[in-house]
């Protein structure tokens, strides 16, 4: 019904930028919200950023200032602009959206990630 592709992940030097992008495509009435988890090898998945149906957004400490999560509302699309990037950023990027139905059901949905890989 709903479903989520990522793209823009690769490989990137210490220092450079990537650009993230997410489409939301399916039956939806609205979406709540958009952000973006990662998961590196051996570790839990995390939030990196997410964003609400109202701009709000929000950042985990060590992302800020770094990354900017955008959306573009027409497009059913969240963005992550990551610059500075660093080998600890390596990690499969996951985006995660909260969707309202036409139904009226908030649903929650993934999309099967993309790798980033960060070198020296």
């Known amino acids: 019904q709903v479903q989520l592709v990522e793209s823009g992940g690769g490989l990137v030097q210490a220092g450079g930028s990537l650009k993230l992008s997410c489409a939301a495509s399916?039956?939806?009435?609205?979406?709540?919200?958009m952000g973006w988890y990662r998961q590196a090898p051996g570790k839990q998945r995390r939030l990196v950023a997410s964003?609400?149906?109202?701009?709000?957004?929000n950042y985990r400490d060590s992302m800020k200032g770094r990354f900017t999560i955008s959306t573009d509302n027409a497009k059913n699309t969240v963005y992550l602009q990551m610059n500075s990037l660093k080998p600890e950023d390596t990690a499969i990027y996951y985006c995660n959206a909260v969707v309202m139905r036409p139904t009226m059901r908030m649903e929650t949905y993934w999309g099967q990630g993309t790798q980033v890989t960060v070198s020296s």
């Open positions: 964003i609400t149906i109202g701009g709000s957004t």
């Open positions: 399916g039956s939806i009435f609205s979406i709540n919200t």
